[in-house]
């Protein structure tokens, strides 16, 4: 691809960012994340739990890719979810988790409409309302197939271990080999989610290779940015010191800032593609 077009990308993008609704999307995404996070951990340990998937598991998975900080604050909503008691659950209490839920992504649905329309509300609310709520239930659907994929990964690898080492008499290094993919694997994941995301969120939608580019952005940005605040915050920031006992939340709400913005930024790369796409 020439220079000329990433310029060009570039330029475009930061047209669009500049504009008010943008710069305030990636705090209302992070505001809505944490309004609806403990309604979306309470649905997805319950379903967890019919893949014998623990909150433990879960935790275990989340600390090799998130900040001390920000781990604090999702235990504390774990904690709370299972202090709270699970109980028997019946439709109506599932469906008003999912109306809960589905804060954020009535959120993303508003951002996706500004973005390909000029509105934020096209059908009107009740009717993305409730797209929305179908939308976090199939997100969710997602999720926990990627956490059966990262859970059981090391099963399956260990697998083609056995198979590898007693039949094809081959050296397979285990750990060595899970190492190496389950960063790929995380952004794979990250790509999955995205992708649907920016394809059903708007009433008009694009076609799906449209928003590729900008999830792969997307994607790659998020693990990096996962990894490198995780790093920022355990070696330099001190959160403790200006915020005291606030200081797990801080942390946590400002990297769900980070991811919102680099998910805004996703959908203006695809809007900045599709009008550079002539450039040569």
């Known amino acids: 691809?020439?220079?000329?077009?990433?310029?060009?990308?570039?330029?475009?993008?930061?047209?669009?960012?500049?504009?008010?609704y943008f710069q305030g999307a990636g705090s209302q995404l992070a505001f809505y994340l944490v309004m609806s996070i403990v309604p979306l951990?309470?649905?997805?340990?319950?379903?967890?739990?019919?893949?014998?998937?623990?909150?433990?598991?879960?935790?275990?998975?989340?600390?090799?890719?998130?900040?001390p900080q920000a781990m604090d604050s999702l235990q504390m909503a774990v904690s709370h979810v299972q202090n709270s008691g699970s109980g028997a659950f019946s439709i109506v209490t599932v469906f008003l988790m999912l109306w809960a839920a589905?804060?954020?992504?009535?959120?993303?649905?508003?951002?996706?409409?500004y973005a390909y329309s000029g509105k934020v509300r096209i059908k009107g609310f009740i009717r993305e309302r409730v797209w929305a709520i179908f939308n976090?239930?199939?997100?969710?659907?997602?999720?926990?197939?990627?956490?059966?994929?990262?859970?059981?990964?090391?099963?399956?690898?260990?697998?083609?271990?056995?198979?590898?080492?007693?039949?094809?008499?081959?050296p397979f290094q285990f750990n060595s080999v899970w190492y190496l993919i389950r960063w790929p694997v995380a952004i794979g994941v990250y790509m999955i989610v995205i992708s649907y995301l920016y394809w059903v969120s708007p009433v008009k939608k694009p076609r799906f290779r449209q928003v590729l580019?900008?999830?792969?952005?997307?994607?790659?940005?998020m693990a990096v940015v996962s990894l490198g605040?995780?790093?920022?915050?355990?070696?330099?920031?001190?959160?403790?010191?200006?915020?005291?006992?606030?200081?797990?939340?801080?942390?946590?709400?400002?990297?769900?800032?980070?991811?919102?913005?680099?998910?805004?930024?996703?959908?203006?790369?695809?809007?900045?593609?599709?009008?550079?796409?002539?450039?040569?």
Not at 1 to 20: G, N
Not at 44 to 65: K, R, W
Not at 242 to 261: P, R
Request: proline share 2%.
């Open 1 to 20: 691809m020439k220079r000329r077009r990433w310029l060009s990308v570039a330029m475009k993008m930061i047209q669009f960012y500049r504009m008010p």
């Open 213 to 221: 580019p900008g999830s792969a952005f997307a994607s790659i940005a």
């Open 229 to 280: 605040y995780s790093v920022y915050v355990t070696a330099f920031a001190n959160f403790d010191a200006v915020y005291g006992s606030l200081a797990s939340f801080v942390a946590l709400l400002f990297w769900f800032y980070l991811l919102g913005t680099i998910f805004v930024l996703g959908i203006l790369f695809n809007l900045a593609w599709e009008d550079t796409k002539y450039i040569k």
């Open 102 to 113: 589905s804060k954020i992504q009535f959120c993303i649905v508003g951002i996706c409409n």
């Open 136 to 170: 976090v239930a199939l997100l969710l659907l997602v999720v926990m197939a990627s956490l059966i994929i990262l859970v059981y990964g090391k099963v399956i690898l260990s697998v083609i271990a056995m198979f590898v080492e007693r039949i094809l008499n081959l």
């Open 41 to 67: 951990a309470l649905l997805l340990i319950q379903l967890c739990a019919l893949f014998a998937i623990t909150p433990e598991i879960v935790t275990q998975l989340m600390e090799d890719y998130l900040s």
